[in-house]
């Protein structure tokens, strides 16, 4: 299976599954071979973007960036705008 195919796959299911959950996930990247379960990884990768959607506050955006060579599979979901990034650290 090719990375895209199932990046485009998970995106899909994002979209689906938070629906009503705040704001949908950017997903981009580069294409590569992929040799795994990928009904495992999708379901692995929707779970996590999910989560990361819920957890981030009005305004805020998540990122999912992959990439992929022979040796190296790369999938970074990125939340932007948490509470953390406002400068609400706490009293730490």
Do not use: F
């Not at 895209?4 to 949908?24: H, I, W």
């Not at 981009?28 to 990928?38: I, K, N, P, V």
Request: proline share 2%; glycine share 10%; with cysteine.
């Amino acid at each position: 299976m090719q990375l895209d195919e199932l990046m485009t796959d998970v995106s899909a299911l994002v979209a689906g599954s938070c629906r009503g959950r705040r704001r949908p996930a950017a997903v981009e990247g580069e294409s590569g071979a992929l040799h795994a379960d990928a009904r495992l990884l999708k379901e692995a990768i929707v779970n996590v973007v999910c989560n990361a959607i819920e957890a981030t506050p009005r305004g805020g955006h998540v990122t999912v960036r992959y990439h992929s060579n022979d040796a190296v599979l790369s999938i970074v979901i990125t939340e932007h705008g948490s509470r953390h990034d406002q400068g609400d650290r706490g009293a730490g």
